[in-house]
């Protein structure tokens, strides 16, 4: 008893005392062991053979992938003047389930994003998970929506691209879709270097949703890289607006103007009309969207004369004083006749040019081979795209010589019967700007030169066609309203007729191709204006003026010094202020 | 025996303080990283409009109309121009 006495009091207890039978407590030991085991399997199951998946969820409950934006490049002139950039704008979107406003809410919604409060309940009718209720809105203004905290109505930001050169450099520069993506011009030419790429982190969030750790960066952000155009804006403007200005007064129905460096082939300005408001693309037509001086072509007409006779002159056979008989203005070739405008008697090769003679032009044309006439075409890049890269442009229509009859040679010999863009009429009298020679054009801002073109005619003949090309703005020449007070330049009209149907109906391409200055070309200026109807239609009366207000504002934006006297002339010498000022300088 | 065990279990301590700490430390650091970019980009962001905002206010459309009508400016006239020479 002393024993009992020391040991626990349940002891007292009679049924205690009594035996347990055996297998009890080992059956009880068992189910322990038993579902010890279960728990360490089980364990051992998720730690060990299951584990990425619950790892996966650990992490989705903290980490996050976040995409990180990456912008699009700009577009810049050749001075670095922004002419396209991106910027952030915000989308509103809803899901319609969530969002029940009541009507003040809906008013206000709607009235914030000045839409009619209908259209609001029609878009949160649908039976959709997303709706976009506007597209592009100020971020100020999608500030001010989350502000007010609607169920179900949230923003996204994203792009917008914004062009503040407005319709003035529409053209060139094309636009972007809603996506930020180009779909035009100089935005889908040079998409890959615009495009920006979109990056991916994955970092570590914390309980009020601060990014408290970077994990791993998966794709860093590529911007897009900045474009820089070979572009003038100055001149583009003095472009624009003197072609605007010669549309309206000569009720025109289109028109373009390119200008090109002549030193180093870079497309200073591209200007066309009928534009459009690249900001606001609303009521867009097909017929403001043509880039009329690189995607349509026209029959260039007299302005191909120069390459006539500079390939006369290379063959040896002329020079610029052989007389070619031009009387009476009238010339049958097979059962065709082809006809002066205003009958000529004998004249020059250059005064051909001066007073721009088809009959002259064909009889020079008629005693070439039509191979080397073709191979000439061919050299000035006419009857092929010149790849610039550009969207859509053509390469006019040249057709192969052997096809050629004798009438169409002498036709083609004046720009009928071939097709050219306006760009590649600028482009081919680099010959006559520089010695002979061409390099290729250029959109993006050069660097350096190109080294050497490829020479089509001798120095010597560019150099004599360029004194030709003088006297079209002389006194007795075509163009006489394309001169410009201070420079020498030179030119060549253009009015041709326009095939309506197969047939030349009485509708008119007015052009004007000059370079200046003339003692040392540095710019080219092709002018086109297509159907004038006010009056005139004759290349010198609608397009010269234009090329005079265009070149001579590029020329002197370009500080080109000036090369012929100014009347009256007043010069400030050097020397003058120096002797005045004594013996300090 | 029992010593060494403390002066361990006191270094354990110590130092998994020193990690809770400097991870505290390294995540204010990363919050003001984190601010910095997002600052950084807003500027990028501003810059390019204020870019924009400057082309639009440098347009040639409206310099040449201001020229004209508020100030009465006008292109010279041939007679008018001096042209200064540079001697070489």
């Known amino acids: ?585 | 025996m029992a010593r060494l065990n403390g002066f361990l279990l006191m270094l354990v301590v110590a130092s998994s303080l020193g990690v809770v700490a400097s991870q505290h430390q390294a995540r204010k650091l990363y919050a003001a990283v984190e601010r910095e970019q997002q600052r950084s980009s807003q500027l990028e962001v501003e810059w390019g409009q204020l870019q924009l905002e400057q082309s639009t206010w440098a347009a040639h459309a409206r310099i040449e109309k201001l020229a004209r009508e508020k100030l009465a400016m006008r292109p010279p006239q041939s007679g008018q121009i001096i042209a200064i020479e540079e001697r070489p």
């Not at chain 1, 976009?132 to 905290?149: C, G, T, W």
């Not at chain 1, 053209?171 to 879709?177: E, I, R």
């Not at chain 1, 408290?212 to 003038?232: F, T």
């Not at chain 1, 680099?430 to 080294?451: E, I, K, T, Y």
């Open chain 1, 1 to 585: 008893m002393t024993k009992a006495k020391k040991g626990v009091t349940f002891n007292h207890n009679p049924l205690l005392r009594s035996e347990l039978p055996a297998w009890r407590p080992r059956f009880v030991l068992l189910c322990l062991l038993g579902g010890s085991l279960a728990l360490i399997g089980r364990a051992a199951y998720l730690q060990g053979v299951n584990d990425q998946f619950l790892q996966a969820k650990g992490e989705s409950r903290y980490a996050r992938l976040l995409g990180v934006p990456a912008t699009r490049g700009k577009i810049t002139d050749r001075q670095g003047d922004v002419l396209a950039v991106s910027s952030p704008v915000k989308s509103i979107w809803a899901i319609p389930e969530d969002a029940r406003l009541s009507p003040a809410q809906t008013r206000q919604l709607a009235g914030l994003l000045e839409m009619d409060v209908n259209e609001v309940n029609q878009k949160l009718a649908v039976d959709k998970e997303f709706v976009y209720l506007k597209r592009q809105v100020s971020p100020e203004l999608a500030d001010h929506i989350a502000a007010l905290k609607l169920p179900g109505i949230h923003d996204q930001r994203e792009y917008r691209r914004f062009y503040p050169g407005g319709e003035v450099t529409a053209h060139m520069l094309g636009f972007t879709g809603v996506d930020d993506k180009g779909q035009e011009g100089i935005e889908l030419a040079y998409e890959s270097a615009l495009a920006g790429k979109p990056g991916s982190r994955r970092v570590v969030k914390d309980r009020r949703g601060n990014v408290v750790e970077d994990v791993q960066s998966i794709r860093p952000p590529q911007d897009g890289k900045e474009v820089a155009l070979a572009l003038d804006n100055k001149i583009q403007y003095l472009a624009h607006a003197a072609l605007k200005q010669a549309i309206t007064d000569n009720k025109a129905k289109a028109g373009g103007v390119v200008v090109l460096d002549a030193k180093t082939g870079e497309i200073l300005a591209l200007a066309n009309a009928p534009t459009f408001n690249p900001n606001n693309r609303v009521h867009l037509t097909g017929d403001q969207l043509r880039n009329r001086a690189l995607t349509d072509t026209y029959e260039p007409g007299s302005t191909m004369k120069p390459f006539t006779a500079a390939l006369a002159l290379e063959n040896g056979k002329f020079t610029s004083n052989t007389i070619i008989n031009c009387a009476p203005g009238r010339m049958t070739i097979g059962t065709a006749t082809i006809s002066d405008a205003h009958p000529h008697g004998a004249l020059t090769v250059a005064q051909v040019i001066q007073k721009s003679s088809n009959i002259g032009a064909a009889k020079m044309a008629l005693t070439f081979q039509p191979e080397v006439m073709w191979k000439m075409f061919d050299n000035l890049g006419f009857g092929s795209p010149l790849k610039l890269g550009f969207p859509g442009e053509v390469g006019g229509r040249l057709r192969p010589a052997k096809s050629w009859r004798p009438i169409e040679q002498a036709t083609m010999s004046y720009g009928h019967g071939i097709s050219v863009s306006l760009m590649q009429m600028a482009n081919a009298y680099q010959v006559f700007a520089r010695d002979g020679d061409m390099v290729p054009l250029s959109l993006s801002r050069l660097d350096a030169p190109p080294l050497h073109g490829t020479q089509v005619f001798s120095p010597q003949t560019a150099r004599e066609v360029r004194q030709m090309l003088e006297m079209v703005v002389q006194p007795g020449g075509t163009a006489t309203q394309a001169n410009i007070p201070g420079y020498r330049v030179g030119g060549k009209t253009g009015t041709a007729m326009k095939l309506v149907g197969g047939r030349y109906a009485l509708k008119y391409v007015a052009s004007f191709v000059g370079i200046a200055p003339i003692s040392d070309p540095r710019l080219i200026v092709a002018v086109m204006i297509d159907e004038p109807t006010g009056g005139k239609h004759y290349g010198g009366d609608v397009a010269g003026p234009v090329f005079a207000q265009v070149m001579g504002g590029a020329l002197r934006t370009l500080g080109v010094p000036a090369d012929a006297p100014l009347k009256p002339l007043q010069v400030a010498r050097q020397g003058a202020t120096s002797a005045a000022s004594g013996e300090s300088m």
